[in-house]
């Protein structure tokens, strides 16, 4: 709640006078059946047209007055509370993209959507739906229990004897109906994850003949939610009518108690009349705040898990005193780095140097740490020993923007963002002129792919490039590569299935990217290895061997091994047939 | 394709239905009705009973005020438990139809054709059997047994106020219009700014969701500003729309609170006069205050329910034309069954067309003999998942025929053919449970050693025993999440395990990393061996794994043979594999 009132800073004011609002309202509705009274006994028992005309007037002031006080709490309260929402999603959100990759691979991306969606709605809903229900109500109850002493102690008194059970019977209603919303949430939460993997998984459930099995599950759920939302009911079946009861016993002990003192001429009937309604605004905050508890408790649930994530601390960022880099050469230096994601090192002591322009390949089977070595080198994190420097500038010591804006980077299968082909490109380089995106374009044969595609460059690309081949989605992001013109390249072959034109205009987009650049590349395929000057092999989180290609071949070792999965099987299919 | 996606329902038909469902549930429904109605003639009386002891017992003191208050305490608790009543049965009316065409609408799913999935997003098909469904439950649970005993209550009050005094009854329901008139317009303003609300926060997941997937491209290119940007202003549309929405809850909201001090106000004026002047007692003043003030809310809910009416209709107009308007695959007339042993597969003379469009396979022909393992080569868009997905009858032929073991596929019992082929997609699909129970989902009865053999020759034993909990670790979002190539392993053991007599592979080792792919193909030909297999790839390095292959151009055969004579024909399999084949 403090993060909360951090986005209050300026509004201050507002909330202030939202309070004061809040409290006017109150005395509008309260203070009307006061003037009732005042109408009653002044007016008509006292044979007073004229009184009672101009206290029917103010009355009908009283309430103009309430109804814009309700419309200015309505307002300013959703104002104030959009203010902190919208305060607090951004922050979440910039902070979560300042954390590194290391936090992303620890979450499942659902996980952390849900916090800045479904989590930051249910601050919002408290604040712009519970708020005004709460102020008003919190105010008008006991602003009605005060209206009802200030008419006649006594009666105030006899009516608050109902008071405490009905306070009994709302708690029990928070607590039971909390519990029950949650319980109910989930079982629902359970029926929709099933409809939606069936629906997801139709082709395997249908072609696996599950459908009766898929039925079963289903049914078994749904009956459960089924049975859950009647539990529900009727909790709320049996609390507010119950409410209901209490209000009227209230009314009856009025009744009784007022008529004796009225009787001994201690009352008047104005106010023994007003205090049965001044009963009902007793009653009603008890049942409207029941019905804004379960928010709140939601509200509090979700700020404590977004709270964890705004208590993450960045893991790289820049140092006090980092420098931006000049114009880099394009000297690469791998220093003896270790690196654990948890207490198992990934990289035990890996060194080398990349001269610039120079075009290493990585080699080596998935899961050794080569995707490691490349995401250090991008500065994802930092080496737990060792370091990695650019023209001798250890990565810690500058300010990350500036190294990062002269490196490149290509990822196996590259997610595209939503909106056009040409937008994607222009990702890595926002000033770019539609003539230097083209050119980029052209250079790499994206506008080969884009030719097919309606609109062509301009095509809309659909969430994450569903409806892009992988190499088509590589191919867009090599355009985007060059585009940003990086002195430093890192990139890491798709593996996955492409057809033989795509991969053909991959590898002279290659051939155009990697010219005059220092580049890592993580190698799948022998032609991309052909290409390095020097082969790295990795292996559990060492290097194995290094050298050229051919030198390597003449080695009886790791390299010589791959080389021959990776082409040796062709080759004796080949000679069989031949 | 108007068969997957039929049109809504009109209203009438919609509401006949509705009422058929009802029906079911009738015996709840009026005992619900029945204590509406005695909830009424209570709270009607109770009001009643107080002007009497006012006036007889309070002011006049001829007769004693106990007895009064006696009933009225009695009749409270007797409303209380008629209240109870009819909230809860016609709330449970609610759940069961709710449920009701929940388990209808899935129990349709999971027999629609490939056709229907193809035409409607995951999304749409989800919402209309979950968010769709909740209209229909509140109207039906809550809003038109409401909506009558609104009705009823408006009447008695009226009957009773106009025996009191006709004329100042005319005059004190001068807020009763406006109430009513201001209720509806709210509920019909608020209703699209509240659905435009869950669209903007439709946007804002959309905007999260992409900044997280792709936070790697974010941050090398250091576009963490751009992002940021842009969610801020998705967020900001949050924030106008429901701004707006606040607006007009300030328009109409007050009103509804305020309104009823009209009346109040006229009772006051006219009705003060009228008893100053001797016409009326003041019990019956306070009756018209009284009544007027309970007719608040049911006028309020009159608004609230026409609203929900519509919405209801529309969303279950929506739902019963799928249930009546999509069919199913048919079940042949006289069902055939598979002849025992080996399997061979024939298409003859087959086209295939997706609802209306161009044909995509033209009048092929292809064999595949018992036991023979075929792959089919081809570029995107060639037709080859089209072909593979004939042979489960994830679609029929629009002309020709696919036959296995002699017997039209159309003539065997759908869960026969299914049951004999085996079919691991491109895009593999797994549940949300154990390994173990992945592996299995052919068939469950499987012996372990076999599912274990199965898993060695598809490669999942590579990293199968070290997950966390080995076979047993839970897949999924809620588990450990695979990688597309350990999916495609796992989906490809899950088709070996099930023993069946027709394989079908539709490009199986696609996003497995190359050496691995070059062990798999070694391992699984023994496994394949003795089952008819048809397997589509864009890499050579599969084909190897083939007695024979095809290739499909345009959605036709264009070339036939072994391997390795294809390569050396100099065709069209020589050109699609280019450079691969050529290095070697």
Known sequence: MRRLGRYLEGRKLTAALMVLVGAGNAAAQTGGWLLVRNAIDKGITADNEHHLTIVVAIYLGVAAAGWFLQAMLIRGLATIGQAIVIGLRRDLFDHLTGLSLRYFSQQKAGWIIARLTSDVDAVSDVLSQGMPTLVSNVMLLPAAVTALLIADWRLGIVSLAVLPPALALSRWFQRVSHAANVEQRNRIAAVTAQIAESVAGMAVVQAFNRERRFQAEFDALNEANRAQSTYVQKIFSVFFPSIEFLGVLAMVAVLYVGSHLYAQDTLTIGTLITAIYLLQLVFQPLQELSDVYGQLQSAGAAMVKIASILDEEPEIRDRPGAKPLPRLSGDLDIDSVVFAYGKDPVLHGVSFRVPPGGCFALVGESGHGKSTLARLIGRHYDPDEGAVRVDHHDLRDVQLRSYRRQLGVVLQDPFLFSGTIASNIRFAKPDATDEEVQAAAAAVGVDRVAARLSGGLEHEVREGGAGLSSGERQLISIARALLADPRILVLDEATSNIDRPTEVLIERALDRLLAGRTSIIIAHRLSTVRRAEKILVVEHGRIVQRGAERDLLSEDGVFRRLAHTLEGGDETEFAAAG | ?584
């Not at chain 2, 549309?237 to 305020?258: F, K, M, N």
């Not at chain 2, 007027?292 to 739902?319: C, D, H, K, M, Y």
């Not at chain 2, 999942?460 to 597309?484: A, H, M, Q």
């Open chain 2, 1 to 584: 394709m108007s068969f997957v996606d039929p049109s809504d329902l009109g209203l009438l038909p919609t509401f006949r239905r509705l009422l058929r469902l009802w029906r079911d549930q009738w015996r709840l429904g009026v005992f619900g009705l029945a204590c509406s109605l005695a909830y009424t003639l209570i709270s009607t009386a109770i009001p009643v009973l107080i002007q009497q002891a006012i006036d007889r017992s309070i002011v006049h003191h001829a007769q004693p005020l106990w007895p009064y208050l006696a009933i009225i305490a009695g009749l409270a608790a007797l409303r209380a438990v008629v209240n109870f009543n009819r909230r809860y049965a016609t709330a449970r009316i609610g759940v069961r139809i709710e449920a009701r065409m929940r388990e209808l609408l899935y129990q349709a799913y999971l027999r629609y054709p490939r056709g229907f999935y193809d035409r409607h997003p995951t999304g749409q098909v989800l919402s209309r059997a979950t968010n769709d469904l909740y209209p229909i439950r509140y109207f039906i649970g809550w809003g038109f047994v409401q909506g009558m005993q609104s009705l009823m209550m408006i009447t008695a009050a009226a009957v009773v106020l106009t025996v009191v005094d006709a004329r100042l009854a005319l005059y004190t329901a001068v807020a009763m219009p406006p109430i009513t008139v201001l209720a509806l317009r709210f509920a019909r303003r608020v209703a699209p700014i509240s659905r435009q609300v869950q669209e903007r926060k439709g946007d804002v997941t959309e905007a999260a969701d992409e900044a997280v997937v792709g936070i790697e491209m974010v941050q090398t290119f250091g576009r963490e500003d751009d992002v940021r940007g842009r969610f801020g202003e998705k967020a900001e549309g949050v924030r106008s729309t429901v701004l707006r929405q606040a607006g007009v809850e300030s328009r109409h909201l007050p009103g509804l609170y305020y309104l009823p001090a009209l009346s109040i106000a006229a009772v006051l004026f006219f009705g003060g006069r009228q008893v100053i002047g001797g016409h009326l007692s003041i019990g019956q003043f306070v009756l018209f205050e009284t009544l007027l003030l309970q007719l608040v809310w049911p006028l309020e809910a009159l608004g609230w329910i026409t609203n929900l009416a519509q919405r209801a209709l529309a969303s279950a107009g929506r739902s019963f034309a799928w249930l009546e308007g999509i069919e199913a695959l048919p079940e042949p007339a006289r069902p055939r069954r598979l002849p025992a042993g080996r399997l061979d597969v024939r298409f003859e003379r087959v086209s295939f067309a997706y609802g209306g469009e161009a044909d995509v396979l033209h009048d092929l022909d292809l064999t595949i003999e018992p036991g023979e393992i075929v792959a089919v080569c081809g570029p995107t868009g060639a037709g080859k998942t089209s072909l593979l997905n004939l042979l489960p009858r994830f679609y029929d032929p629009t002309a020709g025929r696919v036959r296995l073991g002699g017997v039209d596929a159309r003539d065997v019992p759908i869960a026969e053919l299914r049951a004999s082929v085996a079919l691991v997609t491109q895009r593999p699909v797994l549940f949300s449970v154990p390994l173990r129970e992945n592996l299995t989902a052919g068939r469950e009865e499987a012996d372990w050693d076999e599912v274990l053999a199965a898993c060695r020759a598809a490669g999942v034993d590579s990293f199968g025993p070290s997950l966390p909990e080995g076979y047993e670790t839970l897949i999924g979002e809620r588990g450990v999440n695979l990688s597309g190539g350990q999916r495609q392993r796992v989906a490809l053991a899950r088709a070996l395990v099930t023993g069946a007599r027709v394989v079908v592979l539709d490009d199986p080792l696609s996003a497995v990393d190359t050496f691995t792919e070059r062990q798999l193909v070694a391992r699984l030909r023994p496994a394949l061996a003795g089952r008819t297999v048809l397997v589509a790839t864009q890499r050579l390095s599969t084909v190897w794994i083939a007695d024979r292959a095809v290739v499909l151009l345009d959605g036709r055969i264009v070339e036939s043979g072994r391997p390795a004579e294809l390569v050396r024909a100099g065709g069209p399999f020589a050109t699609l594999f280019g450079d691969e084949v050529v290095a070697a």
